[in-house]
């Protein structure tokens, strides 16, 4: 079982350069999130999906692009990565019953914007 | 908006020492608690989920309280071990589906 997975797991990328994070989760959890976390931040939500092509903005959105098409995925965009994006990315889903569930976390991407 | 703060920052102690780590939050609208561990360079770990109903949830030496109209929750940890050094992250899930997270309690246990 292999729950939620993060991919890739560290990226380099150049300003201006468009990145994809991906997201799979395989517990067919209906609610997924996008999590940005930094020194002096803390942990901070990007974005988030009720379901299968519902999303909707977090606290801190500008910058970023998602998805949804399937219940098991959710990638995140930059579409013009800037340095400010350099952070660690943290995807999680939780199951049905949204308000009285656990959020269960991915690994982690690492991305540095040179 | 709703803040959420833990003290310690940082706590160190001897193993076998019993410690609470504490989480403030200003809203007290909230729909559950969530308690996670994160080891250096890891992803978080789910140790306990208080809903905004409950009182306390423990899972082995974890117990986790929550009052909500005074706007806290504590983490008690029973004879602590060196395998217990992490850091420790309070998150209330609030209105507007957001997951607002601690700055987390950074633990050692000396063996």
């Known amino acids: 079982d292999a729950g939620i997975t993060q991919s890739p797991r560290y990226k380099i990328t150049e300003t201006g350069r468009q990145v994809t994070l991906m997201c799979h989760q395989t517990?067919?959890?209906?609610?997924m999130f996008w999590y940005r976390q930094d020194l002096g931040h803390g942990l901070r939500l990007i974005y988030y999906?009720?379901?299968?092509?519902?999303?909707d903005k977090g606290e801190v959105p500008d910058g970023y692009v998602v998805s949804r098409s399937k219940t098991e995925n959710f990638p995140l965009t930059l579409e013009s990565a800037t340095r400010s994006q350099t952070s660690v990315y943290f995807c999680?889903?939780?199951?049905?019953?949204?308000?009285?569930?656990?959020?269960?976390f991915g690994p982690g991407t690492r991305l540095t914007v040179l | 908006k709703q803040e959420v703060t833990q003290i310690p920052a940082a706590l160190s102690v001897p193993e076998g020492e019993n410690l609470v780590l504490n989480c403030s939050f200003t809203?007290?609208?909230?729909?559950?608690l969530q308690w996670f561990r994160q080891d250096p360079g890891k992803g978080l770990t789910s140790l306990l989920l208080?809903?905004?109903?409950?009182r306390e949830q423990t899972s082995g030496r974890l117990n986790a309280s929550l009052d909500k109209s005074s706007g806290r929750s504590t983490l008690y940890i029973a004879a602590s071990q060196p395998g217990d050094s992490a850091t420790y992250l309070c998150?209330?899930?609030?209105?507007?589906?957001?997951?607002?997270f601690g700055g987390g309690t950074r633990l050692m246990v000396k063996p």
């Open positions: 999680a889903s939780s199951g049905r019953g949204y308000s009285y569930n656990e959020q269960f």
């Open positions: 517990w067919s959890h209906s609610y």
């Open positions: 999906s009720a379901a299968a092509d519902i999303t």
């Open positions: 809203d007290s609208a909230i729909y559950n």
């Open positions: 208080i809903q905004s109903s409950q």
């Open positions: 998150a209330v899930l609030h209105a507007g589906n957001m997951l607002t």
